[in-house]
């Protein structure tokens, strides 16, 4: 079964940086595009960014609101998804949950996430 | 930037149809995906591409798209789909989300 479980939200202040872990298991991680999507509470879902598998580029793009900011990167080899947060503000307060898109018989739907974690809890606090 | 609009609640008797709208320009033009959320739990997908279920998705689950108007339609609800429901587009290199329709079951 695909699990993702995402590690490292914590309270950290306005200004800090925080770095989210997403370990991913049951599926072949390096073929797979992620993405980090969060939650502020109360609120709905916003998209922060997407990294493509290395076979596909390894690129990355990001929400306007965290760009040059946040960093995804990835270790195919401790499939491993990381979120690299940094000049953090109150607005970046949300349950950060990863994602990876969607494959139907082999074949990636690069749009859909299909499979997310629980999610892990950002504070940013002055 | 693209906007899409859900009702902020939806009511359904239990065992009646559910209907959640997701409104958008043009939204018959793209494809559509469906998510459900549930305190505590990993969020799900439940229609891809308009109206493809992913494995395990039970039928009553059904999705359709045309026009500006997406719709995502549970049939027979049960107690337990009571959950917050969002759309989904991927639009200019991003995801956009719907705002989200909470789901109550009577």
């Known amino acids: 079964d695909v699990q993702l479980v995402e590690s490292g939200g914590a309270l950290v202040k306005t200004g800090g940086s925080l770095t989210l872990s997403c370990a991913a298991s049951?599926?072949?991680?390096?073929?797979?595009?992620m993405t980090w999507v969060r939650q502020v509470p109360g609120k709905g879902l916003q998209w922060v960014g997407r990294?493509?598998?290395?076979?596909?580029?390894?690129?990355?793009d990001y929400a306007a609101s965290v760009k040059g900011r946040f960093t995804i990167s990835r270790d195919d080899v401790k499939k491993t998804l990381y979120l690299h947060m940094s000049s953090l503000t109150t607005e970046d307060t949300a349950l950060y949950y990863c994602?990876?898109?969607?494959?139907?018989?082999?074949?990636?739907?690069?749009?859909?996430?299909?499979?997310w974690g629980r999610g892990t809890a950002v504070t940013v606090s002055s | 930037s693209y906007e899409l609009t859900q009702p902020l609640s939806v009511s359904v008797a239990l065992g009646q149809t559910a209907t959640i709208t997701c409104g958008g320009h043009n939204i018959g033009r793209k494809t559509v995906h469906w998510y459900q959320l549930k305190p505590g739990q990993a969020p799900g997908l439940v229609i891809y591409r308009d109206t493809n279920r992913p494995s395990g998705i039970p039928e009553r689950f059904s999705g359709s798209n045309s026009g500006n108007t997406a719709t995502l339609t549970i049939s027979r609800a049960q107690a337990g789909d009571e959950a917050d429901y969002y759309c989904q587009v991927w639009d200019n290199n991003a995801d956009v989300f719907g705002g989200g329709t909470k789901l109550t079951v009577l």
């Open positions: 990294l493509k598998s290395r076979t596909d580029g390894g690129t990355a």
């Open positions: 049951g599926f072949t991680f390096p073929d797979a595009w």
């Open positions: 994602s990876s898109a969607l494959t139907v018989s082999g074949v990636l739907i690069p749009d859909v996430r299909g499979h």
